[in-house]
């Protein structure tokens, strides 16, 4: 046999175990649980533009949500006819991810600003990268529509997908309602 396939069959065999150990590390040191202790959160508040979607720093305060994603509606303007509605979500990994966030907006809600999302029909995507450790929020503005029920409309969960090279993971946010 020749030697330089013997040298690189071991050199490609060592390369694999080194990848397939290190997946299996980072697989065995991702959180169960929150990362984020309770005493670091407070409320959010619609101080900023609803357009502005911003990335926080592991240092910074976070809002009170459901971990890793969660949905809030404010009423942006008393007695008015927009509403703003703020999506929270966290990587708590210690690896960078992929994020694809969707929300599907219902009948009697028309989108005035999606915070740079896709709007598909009835849905808004957006897609984006998340250094480890962050935390995103996303703004949507939206108002209502002539026909909007006086019962209000339920806001399904947005729906958050991570992925990586060792594979993906799915969340889902409480549903949430909106009235005027």
Do not use: H
Not at 10 to 33: D, E, G, H
Not at 132 to 150: A, G, Q, W
């Amino acid at each position: 046999m020749n030697k330089n396939f013997i040298f690189q069959s071991v050199v490609l065999t060592l390369a694999f175990i080194s990848l397939t150990a290190y997946l299996v590390f980072i697989k065995i040191n991702q959180p169960k649980s929150s990362v984020v202790s309770p005493q670091t959160r407070n409320q959010i508040t619609p101080t900023k533009s609803p357009a502005e979607s911003q990335v926080i720093d592991p240092g910074q305060t976070i809002p009170d949500y459901a971990y890793p994603i969660g949905t809030k509606v404010f009423n942006n303007t008393p007695n008015g006819s927009d509403r703003l509605i703020i999506i929270s979500i966290d990587n708590p990994f210690d690896i960078d991810v992929n994020a694809k966030l969707t929300q599907n907006i219902p009948p009697g809600l028309i989108v005035g600003d999606s915070s740079g999302g896709v709007i598909d029909k009835d849905v808004l995507t957006w897609q984006f990268f998340m250094p480890k450790k962050t935390f995103r929020e996303i703004r949507i503005m939206v108002f209502f529509s002539n026909n909007f029920p006086s019962q209000g409309v339920t806001l399904k969960g947005a729906i958050l997908n991570y992925s990586n090279l060792t594979g993906s993971d799915t969340y889902t946010a409480k549903d949430v309602l909106v009235t005027k």
